[in-house]
């Protein structure tokens, strides 16, 4: 059975870090493109962050270049997402995405709120 479970979201004040991770399960995570997006209320579902299967290759949004970075660890089927400088507009719900050729899984989302 695919999973990909999410953690690490909750909340956090403006200017602060959070990290996300995603473990997967039930597939071969070194072949998957990995991958994270967000939704708002009210927004559709935007890409943040992308890695290739061995981490040699990432990509980002625009508004998330030098704040946010993605790693992976293929030993341990793990995905991250270090987030810094977080605004209130970072506030969204944070899916972990696996991608292949014909195949893709999402995990369930991890709330991140971002306030004083």
């Known amino acids: 059975q695919v999973r990909l479970v999410e953690s690490g979201g909750g909340l956090v004040q403006p200017g602060g870090s959070l990290r996300l991770s995603c473990v997967a399960s039930g597939f071969t995570f070194s072949r998957y493109g990995m991958a994270w997006y967000r939704q708002a209320p009210g927004k559709e579902r935007e890409l943040v962050a992308t890695?290739?299967?061995?981490?040699?290759?990432?990509n980002y949004a625009d508004s998330m270049k030098g704040r946010f970075t993605i790693s992976r660890d293929n030993a341990k089927n793990m995905v991250y997402l270090q987030m810094n400088s977080l605004k209130p507009e970072d506030t969204a719900v944070y899916y972990c995405?696996?991608?292949?050729?014909?195949?893709?899984?999402w995990g369930q989302g991890t709330q991140v709120t971002v306030s004083s």
């Open positions: 995405n696996a991608k292949t050729i014909g195949r893709t899984y």
């Open positions: 890695i290739s299967t061995s981490g040699g290759s990432t």
